[in-house]
């Protein structure tokens, strides 16, 4: 071996000879242009500023020197923009060239889809450009331990730098309802020391925005057990989520008909009534919630009355199939549509949380009744089984599971170089 290195060393060595000799010689022959030194500037001023409360638009143009044929030029420019609509808050970023006080380019944010840039071409002219905003998407993977709630645990473990505070809710939500809602009971199925590991999609814009997208995989342990659910979007492009054995999650009731803060009651044969002040039973659950939060159904069924009935003010009962009826009091209003009679499917709106009848404060006392029988609602919603996945979308499926339960445990491991020996 080492009698022919040698050699090789030396035909290398040559080559590389040759090839600067020839450079240097091409490099000799020609008058070779000298760059200019680069000197950067900042040709752009950039500036955002929000529309103020009780602000009109042109106030706000006014202060970066947008007026008068400057703005009635934009105004027309934004086309289909009502500007009496815009609310307090809204965002712009004005460019301007240094040497011009003028800004050449406004930009404003129409919604989460959109951005409308306004392009000033010379003075007094203006023309505006709407874009869909392409947000890129990355899935995350929160995981901790439940010390209290999942609630306490998703605030301690998402920091605002990651998803906004106004966006953790949905996060939370999602899990507790559009994954988990008809199989876990996480207001008291979760033992302090649960784990929980979501894979989540985080989506970021140009603009530097930051939101929510959706939950792909999740794992909770209830009680030490483990609940898996991995996501499958539906031909409508809806979000179903299975368990690792490709069963839906999706039963025929959903455990919570509103989007609560808290349960203030729980059902009991016999509790202390806070206004009656007697001992009586209270055949259902409340769930506390703001004043005009929505309320769905939990099944499928016909509506028998959309009335206020005694106690319970305005309330709204639905009959299901298998003898099945639920009842939800004490309503703000009902959803326009909603009344006796009326077919409605699971998660329909159909009114909003208040106080009326016998109530202390906004909450939705909901009832399950069973054979003509009150039981728990948080108990008897989870009987039978989900769906499986459908068969022409099984290998789809448990691909999507083994690279999720891959994501659940994956350490990134040292990086190639720095193993190379
Ligand atoms: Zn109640």
């Known amino acids: 071996m080492r009698s022919r290195a040698v050699p090789l060393a030396i035909v ?14 091409a490099w000799s022959s020609r008058t070779l242009p000298v760059a200019e030194p680069i000197v950067v500037t900042q040709a752009y001023l950039e500036r955002a500023d929000t529309l103020r409360r009780n602000e009109a638009p042109a106030l706000l143009f006014a202060r970066h020197n947008i007026r008068g044929p400057d703005l009635l030029a934009l105004t027309n420019a934004a086309e289909g923009i009502n500007w009496r609509r815009i609310q307090t808050g809204q965002v712009f970023q004005f460019r301007s060239a240094l040497d011009e006080t003028v800004p050449n380019r406004v930009t404003m944010r129409l919604g989460d889809e959109r951005v409308l840039t306004l392009y000033r071409d010379s003075a007094f002219a203006w023309r505006g450009e709407s874009e869909e905003i392409l947000w890129s998407v990355e899935v995350r993977r929160l995981e901790g331990i439940i010390e209290s709630s999942l609630y306490e645990a998703l605030e301690e473990y998402l920091p605002d730098s990651i998803l906004p505070p106004e966006q953790r809710p949905l996060l939370l939500w999602d899990l507790a309802d559009g994954v988990f809602g008809w199989v876990v009971d996480f207001t008291r199925d979760n033992y302090p020391g649960d784990r929980f590991t979501v894979l989540y999609e985080r989506l970021t814009s140009p603009l530097g925005d930051v939101r929510y997208g959706r939950v792909v995989a999740a794992r909770v342990e209830t009680r030490g ?19 690792a054995d490709g069963r839906s999650l999706k039963r025929a009731f959903k455990m919570y008909p509103v989007a609560f803060k808290y349960i203030s009651s729980g059902f009991s044969r016999s509790r202390f009534h806070p206004i009656l002040k007697t001992r009586r039973p209270h055949l259902g659950v409340d769930y506390a919630a703001s004043r005009g939060t929505p309320v769905v159904a939990t099944g499928d069924g016909f509506v028998t009355r959309a009335d206020v009935w005694g106690g319970y003010g305005k309330v709204v009962v639905i009959r299901h199939p298998k003898d099945i009826e639920t009842r939800y009091a004490h309503l703000d209003a009902f959803e326009t549509g909603i009344r006796a009679g009326v077919r409605v499917v ?6 909003f949380a208040g106080m009326t009848g016998l109530a202390s404060a906004p909450h939705v006392h909901y009832e399950f009744i069973k054979n003509g029988a009150h039981t728990d609602p948080r108990q008897a919603a989870r009987f039978g089984q989900g769906e499986p996945v459908p068969d022409e979308r099984r290998a789809e499926f448990e691909i999507a599971r083994t690279y999720y339960d891959r994501l659940f445990d994956y350490r990134p491991g040292p990086p190639l170089a720095a193993s190379s020996d």
């Open 346 to 351: 699971q998660g329909q709106r159909i009114g």
């Open 12 to 25: 290398a060595f040559a080559l590389v000879a040759t090839l600067l000799w020839s450079v240097g010689d």
């Open 225 to 243: 057990e483990e609940n898996r659910a991995y996501v499958l979007t539906d031909e409508n492009g809806r979000n179903a989520y299975y368990d």
